[in-house]
Protein backbone atom coordinates (compact mmCIF):
# COMPACT_ATOMS: atom_id res chain seq x y z
CA UNK A 1 0.00 0.00 0.00
CA UNK A 2 3.07 2.22 0.85
CA UNK A 3 4.34 1.84 -2.67
CA UNK A 4 1.38 2.37 -4.09
CA UNK A 5 0.73 6.02 -2.44
CA UNK A 6 4.15 6.42 -3.78
CA UNK A 7 3.61 5.90 -7.56
CA UNK A 8 0.32 7.79 -7.45
CA UNK A 9 2.21 11.10 -5.69
CA UNK A 10 5.02 10.41 -8.31
CA UNK A 11 2.71 10.37 -11.04
CA UNK A 12 0.05 12.77 -10.00
CA UNK A 13 -1.34 13.55 -14.03
CA UNK A 14 -1.51 10.02 -14.76
CA UNK A 15 -3.14 9.36 -11.56
CA UNK A 16 -6.04 11.90 -12.45
CA UNK A 17 -6.53 11.15 -16.20
CA UNK A 18 -7.13 7.20 -14.92
CA UNK A 19 -9.40 8.23 -11.84
CA UNK A 20 -11.51 10.62 -14.58
CA UNK A 21 -11.69 7.80 -17.05
CA UNK A 22 -12.12 4.79 -14.60
CA UNK A 23 -14.95 7.08 -13.44
CA UNK A 24 -16.67 7.98 -16.11
CA UNK A 25 -16.34 4.33 -17.69
CA UNK A 26 -17.85 2.74 -14.08
CA UNK A 27 -21.04 5.29 -14.52
CA UNK A 28 -21.74 4.92 -18.20
CA UNK A 29 -21.38 1.17 -17.47
CA UNK A 30 -23.71 1.46 -14.95
CA UNK A 31 -26.44 3.49 -16.86
CA UNK A 32 -25.72 1.59 -20.38
CA UNK A 33 -27.66 -1.30 -19.34
CA UNK A 34 -30.15 -1.56 -16.19
CA UNK A 35 -33.23 -3.07 -14.57
CA UNK A 36 -35.52 -1.69 -12.30
CA UNK A 37 -36.93 -3.78 -9.52
CA UNK A 38 -39.78 -2.73 -8.26
CA UNK A 39 -39.79 -4.75 -5.21
CA UNK A 40 -36.10 -3.21 -3.68
CA UNK A 41 -36.72 0.08 -5.97
CA UNK A 42 -33.36 -0.54 -7.09
CA UNK A 43 -32.21 -1.68 -10.18
CA UNK A 44 -29.82 -4.59 -11.82
CA UNK A 45 -26.69 -3.43 -13.67
CA UNK A 46 -23.77 -4.37 -15.17
CA UNK A 47 -21.66 -1.33 -13.18
CA UNK A 48 -19.73 -4.21 -11.40
CA UNK A 49 -17.44 -5.12 -14.55
CA UNK A 50 -15.71 -1.83 -14.58
CA UNK A 51 -15.64 -1.75 -10.89
CA UNK A 52 -13.53 -4.59 -10.84
CA UNK A 53 -11.55 -3.65 -14.34
CA UNK A 54 -10.72 -0.44 -12.53
CA UNK A 55 -9.80 -1.88 -9.49
CA UNK A 56 -7.70 -5.27 -10.65
CA UNK A 57 -5.66 -2.69 -13.27
CA UNK A 58 -5.28 0.53 -11.34
CA UNK A 59 -4.90 -0.52 -7.24
CA UNK A 60 -7.16 -0.38 -4.62
CA UNK A 61 -7.14 3.67 -4.58
CA UNK A 62 -8.16 4.53 -8.12
CA UNK A 63 -10.35 1.19 -7.94
CA UNK A 64 -11.96 2.88 -4.66
CA UNK A 65 -12.62 6.35 -5.97
CA UNK A 66 -13.98 4.72 -9.78
CA UNK A 67 -16.67 2.41 -7.89
CA UNK A 68 -17.64 4.90 -5.29
CA UNK A 69 -18.31 7.81 -7.15
CA UNK A 70 -18.85 6.58 -10.65
CA UNK A 71 -21.64 4.32 -9.29
CA UNK A 72 -22.96 6.87 -7.02
CA UNK A 73 -22.98 9.24 -9.96
CA UNK A 74 -24.97 6.77 -12.13
CA UNK A 75 -27.65 6.59 -8.86
CA UNK A 76 -27.95 10.34 -9.32
CA UNK A 77 -28.75 10.41 -12.82
CA UNK A 78 -31.14 7.89 -13.26
CA UNK A 79 -33.04 8.95 -10.24
CA UNK A 80 -31.99 6.41 -7.24
CA UNK A 81 -30.83 9.03 -5.24
CA UNK A 82 -32.03 7.04 -1.95
CA UNK A 83 -29.44 4.60 -3.01
CA UNK A 84 -26.91 7.14 -3.82
CA UNK A 85 -24.81 7.98 -0.14
CA UNK A 86 -24.83 3.95 0.61
CA UNK A 87 -23.51 3.28 -3.08
CA UNK A 88 -20.50 5.97 -2.66
CA UNK A 89 -19.24 3.70 0.58
CA UNK A 90 -20.19 0.44 -0.73
CA UNK A 91 -18.99 0.56 -3.65
CA UNK A 92 -15.71 2.15 -3.31
CA UNK A 93 -15.13 -0.23 -0.50
CA UNK A 94 -15.86 -2.94 -3.18
CA UNK A 95 -13.57 -1.99 -5.31
CA UNK A 96 -10.87 -1.11 -2.68
CA UNK A 97 -11.46 -4.92 -1.60
CA UNK A 98 -10.53 -6.07 -4.74
CA UNK A 99 -7.62 -3.71 -5.95
CA UNK A 100 -6.06 -4.34 -2.49
CA UNK A 101 -6.60 -8.58 -2.92
CA UNK A 102 -5.71 -8.84 -5.89
CA UNK A 103 -2.37 -6.64 -5.28
CA UNK A 104 -1.19 -8.60 -2.48
CA UNK A 105 -1.72 -12.22 -3.86
CA UNK A 106 -0.58 -15.37 -2.53
CA UNK A 107 2.16 -17.52 -3.83
CA UNK A 108 0.73 -20.63 -3.60
CA UNK A 109 2.64 -22.28 -6.99
CA UNK A 110 1.15 -23.47 -10.10
CA UNK A 111 -0.83 -26.58 -8.47
CA UNK A 112 -1.87 -24.77 -5.17
CA UNK A 113 -4.32 -22.29 -7.89
CA UNK A 114 -5.28 -24.94 -10.16
CA UNK A 115 -7.15 -26.30 -7.02
CA UNK A 116 -8.01 -23.26 -5.98
CA UNK A 117 -9.46 -22.26 -9.16
CA UNK A 118 -11.28 -25.54 -9.59
CA UNK A 119 -13.11 -25.00 -6.26
CA UNK A 120 -13.73 -21.58 -7.12
CA UNK A 121 -15.16 -22.47 -10.13
CA UNK A 122 -17.62 -25.20 -8.72
CA UNK A 123 -18.55 -22.76 -5.81
CA UNK A 124 -19.65 -20.03 -8.60
CA UNK A 125 -21.38 -22.00 -10.74
CA UNK A 126 -23.59 -23.52 -7.58
CA UNK A 127 -24.36 -19.78 -6.66
CA UNK A 128 -25.25 -19.17 -10.27
CA UNK A 129 -27.30 -22.01 -10.36
CA UNK A 130 -29.45 -21.49 -7.27
CA UNK A 131 -29.61 -17.74 -7.80
CA UNK A 132 -30.84 -17.97 -11.37
CA UNK A 133 -32.97 -21.04 -10.91
CA UNK A 134 -34.60 -20.12 -7.48
CA UNK A 135 -34.69 -15.95 -8.90
CA UNK A 136 -35.10 -15.52 -11.82
CA UNK A 137 -37.02 -18.58 -13.80
CA UNK A 138 -40.11 -18.51 -15.38
CA UNK A 139 -42.21 -15.86 -15.87
CA UNK A 140 -40.26 -12.54 -14.49
CA UNK A 141 -41.29 -9.16 -15.29
CA UNK A 142 -38.60 -6.90 -16.46
CA UNK A 143 -39.06 -2.49 -16.38
CA UNK A 144 -36.96 -0.83 -19.02
CA UNK A 145 -37.89 2.29 -18.79
CA UNK A 146 -41.29 3.21 -19.63
CA UNK A 147 -41.12 -0.63 -21.43
CA UNK A 148 -42.49 -3.58 -19.48
CA UNK A 149 -40.82 -7.20 -21.13
CA UNK A 150 -42.41 -10.29 -19.41
CA UNK A 151 -40.00 -13.08 -20.88
CA UNK A 152 -39.85 -16.52 -19.35
CA UNK A 153 -36.47 -17.84 -18.69
CA UNK A 154 -36.70 -21.86 -17.98
CA UNK A 155 -34.36 -23.06 -14.82
CA UNK A 156 -32.68 -25.28 -17.27
CA UNK A 157 -31.19 -22.57 -19.10
CA UNK A 158 -29.69 -21.66 -15.19
CA UNK A 159 -28.37 -24.84 -14.76
CA UNK A 160 -26.41 -25.23 -18.45
CA UNK A 161 -25.31 -21.84 -18.25
CA UNK A 162 -23.96 -22.33 -14.20
CA UNK A 163 -22.57 -25.78 -15.84
CA UNK A 164 -20.55 -23.53 -18.70
CA UNK A 165 -19.44 -20.76 -16.09
CA UNK A 166 -17.72 -23.68 -13.96
CA UNK A 167 -15.66 -25.36 -16.87
CA UNK A 168 -14.80 -21.94 -18.14
CA UNK A 169 -13.26 -21.15 -14.88
CA UNK A 170 -11.85 -24.50 -14.10
CA UNK A 171 -10.33 -24.28 -17.57
CA UNK A 172 -8.97 -21.14 -17.02
CA UNK A 173 -7.10 -21.80 -13.88
CA UNK A 174 -5.62 -25.27 -15.64
CA UNK A 175 -4.67 -23.26 -18.83
CA UNK A 176 -4.02 -19.53 -18.15
CA UNK A 177 -1.35 -18.32 -14.92
CA UNK A 178 -1.60 -19.40 -11.46
CA UNK A 179 -3.17 -15.44 -10.87
CA UNK A 180 -6.28 -16.35 -12.52
CA UNK A 181 -7.90 -18.11 -9.69
CA UNK A 182 -6.60 -15.17 -7.07
CA UNK A 183 -8.45 -12.90 -9.25
CA UNK A 184 -11.45 -14.65 -9.17
CA UNK A 185 -11.31 -15.00 -5.27
CA UNK A 186 -10.48 -11.02 -4.86
CA UNK A 187 -13.64 -10.41 -7.16
CA UNK A 188 -16.25 -12.48 -5.09
CA UNK A 189 -14.63 -11.47 -1.61
CA UNK A 190 -14.91 -7.87 -2.60
CA UNK A 191 -18.74 -8.94 -4.55
CA UNK A 192 -19.51 -10.39 -1.25
CA UNK A 193 -18.46 -7.06 0.54
CA UNK A 194 -21.18 -5.27 -1.75
CA UNK A 195 -24.46 -7.64 -1.15
CA UNK A 196 -23.72 -7.46 2.43
CA UNK A 197 -23.12 -3.59 2.54
CA UNK A 198 -26.66 -3.13 0.53
CA UNK A 199 -28.12 -5.89 2.74
CA UNK A 200 -27.92 -3.83 5.75
CA UNK A 201 -28.61 -0.74 4.19
CA UNK A 202 -31.89 -1.54 2.73
CA UNK A 203 -32.59 -3.45 6.40
CA UNK A 204 -32.25 -0.88 8.44
CA UNK A 205 -32.97 2.90 6.17
CA UNK A 206 -34.51 2.29 2.74
CA UNK A 207 -36.71 -0.93 3.90
CA UNK A 208 -38.43 0.27 7.08
CA UNK A 209 -38.83 4.34 5.01
CA UNK A 210 -40.63 2.62 2.09
CA UNK A 211 -42.46 0.49 4.30
CA UNK A 212 -41.05 -2.85 3.00
CA UNK A 213 -39.91 -4.94 5.33
CA UNK A 214 -38.73 -8.34 2.52
CA UNK A 215 -36.57 -5.29 0.87
CA UNK A 216 -33.05 -6.33 1.66
CA UNK A 217 -33.77 -9.66 1.41
CA UNK A 218 -35.50 -9.36 -2.39
CA UNK A 219 -32.07 -7.35 -3.22
CA UNK A 220 -29.61 -9.98 -1.90
CA UNK A 221 -30.38 -12.20 -5.24
CA UNK A 222 -30.50 -9.27 -7.10
CA UNK A 223 -26.54 -8.11 -6.26
CA UNK A 224 -25.09 -11.88 -6.14
CA UNK A 225 -26.16 -11.94 -9.42
CA UNK A 226 -24.67 -8.43 -10.47
CA UNK A 227 -21.34 -10.33 -8.91
CA UNK A 228 -21.39 -13.02 -10.85
CA UNK A 229 -21.94 -11.39 -14.59
CA UNK A 230 -19.47 -8.85 -12.94
CA UNK A 231 -17.12 -11.30 -12.96
CA UNK A 232 -18.07 -13.61 -15.69
CA UNK A 233 -17.10 -10.67 -17.65
CA UNK A 234 -14.36 -8.81 -15.86
CA UNK A 235 -11.93 -12.24 -15.63
CA UNK A 236 -11.71 -12.31 -19.35
CA UNK A 237 -11.23 -9.11 -20.32
CA UNK A 238 -8.89 -8.59 -17.65
CA UNK A 239 -6.79 -11.89 -19.30
CA UNK A 240 -7.08 -10.26 -22.94
CA UNK A 241 -6.32 -6.80 -22.43
CA UNK A 242 -3.38 -7.96 -19.85
CA UNK A 243 -2.06 -10.46 -22.95
CA UNK A 244 -2.58 -7.78 -25.72
CA UNK A 245 -0.61 -5.24 -23.91
CA UNK A 246 1.95 -7.29 -21.92
CA UNK A 247 0.68 -6.02 -18.71
CA UNK A 248 1.89 -8.09 -15.72
Same mark, same amino acid.
Given at each position: ?19 ? %? ?9 ? @? ?23 ? *? ?19 ? =? ?16 ? *?? $? ?37 ? /? ?5 ? =? ?15 ? @??? $? %??? @? ?16 ? /? ?21 ? @????? &???? &?? %? ?12 ? /? ?9 ? *????
Amino acid at each position: MERQLKLMNKDAPRVISSLG %VTTALVCATTM @LFNVYVPATKGFFNMGETMVYLSAI *FFGPFIGAFAGGVGSMLADLL =LGYYYYAPATLIIKASEG *FI $VGLLYRYNLKLGRKGWKITTSLLGVLVGAILAFVGSNYY /SGDIELA =LGYTILTPHIPQIFWLA @LSG $V %VTI @LIILAGLLMEPEVGWMVL /SIIIGGLTMVLGYFLYQAYLIGP @LFGIE &AIAI &AE %VPINIGQMIIGLII /SVPVARVIKSF *FHVR
